[in-house]
């Protein structure tokens, strides 16, 4: 048995096929996969990701620490609940992990990290901090529940306190506030518009069955992935991981740059590859013939050389196969996937595939 969310019975009361996810026990779908990833992109979908780790960091050198720890600019965080992506690194420039930091307050800043690297993320955090002298405290009593879709706002914004009502639905992507007892924040991982809302673990279980009864439908790991993908959202474990440079994982927009003399944890090595100019090329791929892109499958480039598929699946809205894949440096538009020792042809588009309900791509 695995670690269980507040919303395990919710999902075992509804159905649910639960699988293993990183160690924690979650709902696969409620029955079709497909059907969900439809009611995300045309109406409203709800998913539970209280399985991600949530980490609250305070101290006057606070800002000082995470310009150090990450290898985005944090000093672009000005104003009370912005968020920034980011990646945190090794020393060799490989990604420990991908995540989102909010400004709370000049000495608060809180973290959302992915729940499978929980135990090294706050090893690292914390041994990281420890000349900072930052307070760095895990947030386990807390849950957070994700709604996204072209309606989810609208059909959410009435269990929202309504003291905070008006200010939640103001709200600008990428920024959050605290909403009473709650914490709103108008971001996500399906390509859609939306909230993710952390609040106490006891009173999550009370908004999952509100949000279902006005009509948001519940949402498994199944249509998440596929939500991604077509918004080409990186996985940390399948698109990067500790041996893989942003650079090379679609994500050096992630990367500040200036001021030249912040020296945050990776930066020579990213560098030194940033600047030889052979960095692999990541990249979205559409299937040209029949069948269906999968993760580590064999991309080959004529007289280049050889990549890999790191995400591939059928994508339901645009009816076709489509994947992310890293692939050798160079200016080329086509390849080919070793499917099961048949090559396949495939085109390089830019993603995203989809966005906002729209595809984004020639088909």
Known sequence: MGSRTPLYQNHVDANARIVDFGGWDMPLHYGSQKEEHHAVRSNAGVFDVSHMTIVDL?????????????????????????????????????????????FMADTEYRLIVNAATREK????????????????????????????????????????????????????????????????ARTGYTGEDGWEIVLPTDSAP????????????????????????????????????????????????????????RDFIGRKPLQELRDSGEARRFVGLLLEDRGVLRNHQKVIVEGIGEGEITSGGFSPTIGRSIALARVPAGNYDRAQVDVRGKLLNVRIVKTPFVRNGQVRIDV
Do not use: H
């Open 58 to 102: 305070g101290g006057d050198r606070v800002r000082e620490y995470l310009q150090r720890l990450v290898a985005n600019d944090v000093a672009k965080l000005k104003d009370y609940g912005k968020a920034l992506y980011t990646c945190m690194l090794n020393p060799a420039g490989g990604v420990i992990d991908d995540l989102i930091i909010y």
């Open 121 to 184: 993320d706050l090893a690292w955090i914390r041994e990281q901090a420890a000349s900072f002298d930052v307070d760095v405290v895990e947030r386990a009593e807390l849950a957070m529940i994700a709604v996204q879709g072209p309606n989810a706002r609208e059909l959410a914004a009435p269990l929202i306190d309504p003291d905070w009502r008006e200010a939640a639905t103001a709200l600008k992507p990428f920024n959050g506030l605290q909403a009473g007892d709650t914490f709103v």
């Open 206 to 261: 009370a908004l999952w069955d509100s949000l279902l009864q006005v009509g948001v439908a519940p949402c498994g790991l199944g249509a998440r992935d596929t939500l991604r993908l077509e918004a080409a959202m990186n996985l940390y474990g399948s698109d990067m991981d500790e041996s893989i440079s942003p650079l090379e994982a679609g994500l050096a927009w992630t990367v500040a740059w200036e001021p030249a003399d």
